[in-house]
C-alpha cells in the first residue's frame, strides 16, 4: 500500500545516452515496507521503454502488485499484455521475475460515497510474490 505523504524525486539521469535513463527513489510512498524502492525508466528506442523496479523490502513474504488504470480493451497472456483502443495497440512485456504474471482486476465502481464512480475504465495487474528480499 502506498503512503500519500510520501515523494518521487528523481535522483540519476542521463538525458546524453544512448539509450537515455532517469531513476525515481520513490522509497518514502512505501514507508515501513521498504528500505529502497528505485525505478528506472529507460528509452530502448523510438517504440520501447524499460520501467525497472529495485526493491529492497524491511522483511520477506511480499506480494509486489503494479497497477495501471485504462479505458483500453485488456488481453493477456501470462506475461504479455495488450492493450487496445480506437484500432491501435500498445503492449506490455515483463521480463523478470520469472514467477510474475499480468492480470485483469475489476475496479470498483465507487469506495466511497463522495468519489465519482469510475465507469469506462479497467485494472491491467502485474503480480509477483516475493519469498525473499528482492
Known amino acids: ?8 524525486k528523481i535522483i540519476h539521469y542521463n538525458s546524453t545516452a544512448k539509450q537515455p535513463w532517469f531513476t525515481v527513489d520513490m522509497t518514502t510512498v512505501y ?3 521498504a528500505t529502497k524502492v528505485h525505478r528506472t525508466f529507460s528509452l ?17 513474504g511480499h506480494t509486489v502488485i503494479w497497477n495501471m488504470i485504462t479505458s483500453a480493451d485488456i488481453t493477456c497472456d501470462g506475461k504479455v499484455a495488450r492493450l487496445t483502443k ?3 495497440d500498445f503492449y506490455l512485456k ?6 510474475a504474471v499480468f492480470q485483469v ?3 470498483p465502481p465507487q469506495v466511497h ?3 465519482y464512480p469510475i465507469v469506462g475504465f ?3 495487474q502485474a503480480i509477483v510474490k516475493c519469498d525473499k528480499y528482492v
Open 105 to 107: 482486476a475489476l475496479i
Open 122 to 124: 479497467r485494472l491491467l
Open 86 to 88: 480506437d484500432g491501435k
Open 1 to 8: 500500500m502506498q503512503y500519500s505523504g510520501g515523494t518521487g
Open 44 to 60: 530502448v528506442n523510438e517504440q520501447t521503454v524499460t520501467i525497472n523496479d529495485n526493491i529492497e523490502f524491511n522483511e520477506a
Open 94 to 99: 515483463i521480463n523478470a521475475p520469472d514467477n
Open 31 to 33: 514507508k515501513d515496507q
Open 113 to 115: 460515497e463522495k468519489e
